[in-house]
């Protein structure tokens, strides 16, 4: 049986602005930019000549747990984005994309999905945070092709129906879960297609992690490694793109995807890793959107 572990006392918004400071705060700078540097005062966040947008998202989740003896059936996901994006031409007709945005999804077997998992037992989640998507790609006049990451921070809720046959050890996991929403990263890989100035197709893979509880000063330490090693690898990256623009973009891509994985991996087994610590739900989903700047 997992025992009760009791929440650690802070204010609840202290890791909120924790994380905002990792997700939003400025990023290397682009030295290989075409144009002049912005004038605007939320330059950090938004990134120069913001538009809004919105985004609509669907998918198929996965929920996991490395303890659980019981599998979840996949489910359908929905989402929803809106936020604001800057896109800047760089040199050799390199583009860098820059996106802010605050996001709900409402993941139910109603939605699609159901495949696998244990007979009579289904899963629900909701979830709302916000976050941050950058990458580079290539510009084709009236189109371009953009491999993305996206890091964001989220607050989810479980809700089961459970068979009566379900052991002691899965129900003491559900139990911790239920009934409130819970703190988590998540991080997304993909490829963005705009189409004109307005319309984009995106399709891509992302990994959620529920903490059961938030035991601040780990996770810090745990997310700031993380934090200081995709920094290393944007900066060497950047350098890269500089030197090498046509293959910078893919190069990004593929040594962030690589880092962002292994990092998943990890967390996985230990929440914050590399300190001793419990086992997280985890969900991952299959997704396409379509997004609409105006």
Not at 228 to 252: H, R, T, Y
């Amino acid at each position: 049986m997992i025992p009760d572990h009791p929440e650690h006392r802070m204010k609840p918004w202290f890791p909120f602005l924790v994380a905002a400071a990792a997700i939003l705060g400025p990023s290397l700078p682009a030295t290989v930019s075409a144009g002049p540097a912005g004038s605007d005062a939320f330059d950090w966040v938004l990134g120069r000549n913001s538009r809004p947008f919105v985004e609509f998202g669907y998918g198929i989740d996965w929920i996991h747990h490395k303890n659980l003896e019981a599998e979840f059936p996949s489910i359908g996901a929905l989402e929803l984005k809106a936020g604001y994006l800057s896109v800047d031409i760089l040199k050799s007709g390199i583009v860098k994309l820059d996106e802010s945005f605050v996001h709900g999804t409402w993941y139910d077997s109603n939605l699609g999905g159901g495949s696998g998992g244990t007979e009579g037992l289904s899963g629900e989640l909701s979830r709302f945070g916000f976050g941050k998507r950058k990458g580079y790609g290539y510009d084709l006049k009236d189109a371009a092709i953009v491999p993305y990451f996206t890091s964001s921070v989220s607050w989810t809720q479980l809700s089961t129906d459970r068979p009566v046959t379900l052991g002691e050890t899965d129900t003491d996991i559900f139990d911790r879960y239920e009934g409130t929403f819970r703190f988590g990263p998540s991080a997304e890989a993909g490829i963005r297609f705009n189409i004109g100035p307005t319309f984009s197709l995106m399709g891509g893979y992302e990994v959620n992690i529920v903490y059961p509880r938030l035991v601040f000063w780990e996770w810090l330490g745990s997310y700031s490694m993380a934090a200081i090693a995709n920094g290393i690898v944007m900066w060497f990256g950047e350098d890269i793109l500089e030197a090498s623009p046509a293959l910078g973009p893919v190069m990004i891509f593929i040594v962030r995807g690589a880092l962002v994985w292994g990092i998943y991996q990890l967390w996985r087994e230990e929440m914050n890793w590399p300190f001793n610590s419990e086992t997280p739900l985890t969900h991952e989903t299959a997704k396409f959107g379509l997004n609409f700047t105006f």
